[in-house]
DNA sequence: CTGAAAGCGCTTACAG
DNA sequence: CTGAAAGCGCTTACAG
């Protein structure tokens, strides 16, 4: 038998709509009976049934969260529990909690997120990614419920999103590596289905054109799974056509394969550099120089600014997260 | 004005309760009406309110993961990810939702754990991992909440958990080091506080023991972190001491940061082996041979038998997920 | 096989 | 500042 805010009113001599006042924190309730409502509680170690609240107001203070199909090695891929992090730590704060649902394919992210939407379980969504035509963002526009996009959707008007700058983080890459007497580019890059390929793919592209070197294009791939695998494979296709000075990939794990490359076939002073700045990098003997993405703060951000926007105490929609360069 | 149960009764010319008794699947209604329910609820595109399902049945139908305090590299370790993927993929197909939620130490677990039983929001708790005198179990049987635990605890009866045979993995390994003509050997392993840890050195000890080979104790590390670091300044106390044939270590994180130590060292022909076959040691150029303890299965069996459980149809109180060697 | 009614535990206009 | 009442959208004994 749960104690419930009736027992709670019958101890502290007031109504239930009283007690569910002081609950609440209206403000229009006496400093002497809030005080007594609260012993009550206290002696009756009360506990608000979220569900009933949920019901009654119509809120259910939790967030869902889509995690994207992931046969493929990206599930080894520290982001996801990073950001997952951030997101339950900003929502903790605010008092929210976060379902979570791991999909296989984009079917089922749909199905899944419908799910989701029709339950009534959740206030908002985040959705970890973003890809090209985003079925997801599409409907969720649609049915016109609050939702957040890791990573900068096509179209990014009445959309909340949080991202990194990817051009200017690439872009600020390259350079750095023409400072250092760098001058011939392989790249290793995922599918170009994701708005952050694009993105760095961009910024390595004008970043070679602001300072004159060409790209080769042989020399340039695009692998649809960002895997250590892919990195190693990408390599047999580049050094097949010539010898980079450095090979500039968008991710640490394709990064990695493009060093097992180097090392298998001793390879020597090629630089090589990724993103993500994983924990592998730390001790590893050869140096893969990184970019920190921080996707515990993306995700801290997501959330916050999901809840903000819940909430109506937001007025921007998009927080870019500084990136950093990890030099090694 | 969302749609309710009124709505598809009124369409169906039936009362509520029988709309709610064909979507809860009661056998005692006529198959006529059963069709003219679905038929009106496809109409209006009716789905049922859960939290009003909730409230009305006393079960939610969700449930509740504490991701363990992880200041440590342990957070980079793909057993949380592969093992939330494989509870998420159980609960889907017995239509629960799962809640987690990250804490940082384990004044945080039992703060949060304490929320999920007392909001009513979940009908049971997973909990990744197992501690000596662990405080979060103690607090879930006390409270008789359902549960289920990842890692066998300390005293197993009326408890829920999965887990690898953890002796038997390490058992088996040292035995095919021994095989292959190992007869020096050196351990790292995780703090001696988690039972996994504990299991995996008495099979190291009970198979050291049983072929005649003896034990060296300066040679046994047991590190707090579970990190490539370290693994890495474990070595350099073991190194200290003299020079093993093989290192034994409880996770493959430990074991890059030997391998990596050798690497830099310049030594070769030392064996390293480590536990959860992270996806790194595919295209790593030093070979780790590593137990994968199938991390997704331990989740995916966490959260079949908990469920089983809520519905009083299991008979079992744990499941052994099989571990396999691969040899590299 | 089906319906009317009470109930799950809250919230919130409305009235005073 | 506080209470009585209706309502949130379901479920389920009870009766027929």
Redesign the pocket.
Known sequence: M?????DVAKIA?????????V??N?????????KRVFQAMEALD????A???S????RTNTLGLIIPNSETDLFDNPFFIRAMRGISIYSQKSGYHIMYTYTRNEAEELKFLKDYVHSNLVDGIILMTTMENDACIEYLKNEKFPFVVIGRPEKADHTLWVDNDNFQAMYNMVNLLVNEGVDRFAYIGGSMAYNFSKDRFEGFRSALNVRGISIEPEMVIHEAEISIRSGYVACEKIFSKGMPAAIVTTDDLLGHGALNYLETHDIEAVRVTGFNNISMNEFHKNLLTSVDINSEMLGYKASKLLIENLKNTSKVNHYIIETKIVER
């Open positions: 749960p104690i419930t805010i009736k001599s007031v109504s239930p709509s009283t007690v569910s006042r609950i609440s209206n403000p229009s309730i006496s400093e002497e009976t809030r009360y506990r608000p049934n569900i009933a609240r019901l009654a107001n119509r």
